[in-house]
């Protein structure tokens, strides 16, 4: 599987953007999808969550400003982020995982950076 996020920019505080992270390689329909973001010397947090039936998760951070959705008909998640705010600069990253009989599968996208002005 392989993963390629898109969708980053420049915003000012209070705008929108939307995140994309396509699949290749195999279809992701049957996988856990993740968003992670990782600011300039800090860890990378998990962001948003949505499993193969549909059920989605959220940071505290981030719940009630943004909204994970998957088309598996497109083979892509996306990560729709409003009322954004500086701190939510970072770059994302989105990461899909299933568990097989050797244990969990993860594959990683290559980040797409979101830089929010104040």
């Known amino acids: 599987v392989q993963l390629q996020a898109s969708g980053g920019g420049l915003v000012q505080a209070g705008g929108s953007l939307r995140l994309s992270c396509a699949a290749s390689?195999?279809?992701?329909?049957?996988?856990?999808m993740n968003w992670y973001r990782q600011a300039p010397g800090k860890q990378r947090d998990l962001v948003a969550t949505?499993?193969?039936?549909?059920?989605?998760n959220y940071a505290d951070s981030v719940k009630g400003r943004f909204t994970i959705s998957r088309d598996n008909a497109e083979n892509t998640v996306y990560l729709q982020m409003n009322s954004l705010k500086p701190e939510d600069t970072a770059v994302y990253y989105c990461k899909a995982w299933t568990i097989t009989t050797w244990g969990t599968r993860d594959y990683w996208g290559q980040g797409t950076q979101v830089t929010v002005s104040s």
């Open positions: 949505i499993d193969s039936g549909g059920t989605t």
């Open positions: 390689g195999s279809t992701v329909s049957s996988y856990a």
